[in-house]
């Protein structure tokens, strides 16, 4: 069985703070994909980053940056100097590979105060 | 950009009322998804469907039913709403290796 773990509920930062969010995994497939998704209060998801089992290069976009690290099957999230409109709720997903659905950690809820 | 659509986007129903919730995609898709987002956060899978005629339940228990006549559409329906039903739905379609798309969400709740 999958499972995505996001073991901080809530964060909560000030303006310009650096915040990373973790994420652990566990799959027992060889080939495997992974997802981050913003939620803002409106209550839609937003794509951030995908990421496949055989690609370890960590990825930078902006203020974001990601670490893959397969030793540990952890899959974390930096916010660089953290803005107010990052105050969201963010998750971490699996695709399950047999049914083709993404399975969710249980999200942080990130609150940036300015 | 993603053409997944779902409505209503909030509705604030009674108890025991029949609600159909909407979702229509554009692109095609076989693969199609509802997910429950209770209060607390967490998202689970309670249906998906391969193609046309077919649904399946996913891992959280669900009272909805589903149905998929057509491609582009997946309603989703709750027979007698109840306050336990308050929930965010987030329709899907297509989740693969690459891609995922998602529509906005009805936010749902029932008094």
Redesign the interface.
């Given at each position: 069985a999958q499972k995505v773990t996001q073991a901080q509920t809530e964060i909560s930062v000030v303006e310009k703070e650096d915040v990373t969010l973790d994420c652990v995994y566990e799959t027992r497939d060889t080939t495997y994909?992974l997802?981050w998704y913003k939620q803002p209060p409106?209550?839609?998801?937003v794509?951030l980053i995908?990421r496949?089992s055989f690609d370890e290069q960590n990825e930078i976009s902006g203020r974001y940056s990601w670490n893959f690290q397969k030793s540990t099957s952890s899959f974390n999230f930096t916010i660089t100097a953290s803005q107010v409109v990052d105050s969201a709720?963010y998750?971490c997903a699996l695709?399950d590979t047999g049914?083709?659905?993404?399975?969710?950690g249980?999200?942080t809820?990130l609150q940036v105060q300015p | 950009e993603a053409d997944i659509y779902q409505t209503p986007r909030y509705l604030v129903i009674g108890t025991g009322k029949k609600i159909t919730l909407e979702c229509s995609q554009t692109m095609g898709h076989d693969k199609m998804y509802w997910y429950q987002q209770d209060p607390g956060m967490e998202l689970h899978l309670i249906h998906y469907s391969y193609g046309v005629n077919s649904t399946e339940k996913g891992d959280l228990s669900s009272e909805s039913t589903v149905s998929r006549i057509r491609t582009e559409h997946f309603p989703l329906t709750l027979e007698s709403a109840r306050p336990s039903h308050t929930s965010q739905y987030l329709c899907a379609s297509k989740i693969g290796a690459t891609e995922a798309f998602f529509g906005q969400g009805t936010r749902l709740t029932v008094v």
């Open positions: 994909y997802f409106s209550g839609e998801l794509f995908r496949n709720v998750f695709v049914r083709r659905a993404l399975t969710f249980s999200g809820r | -």
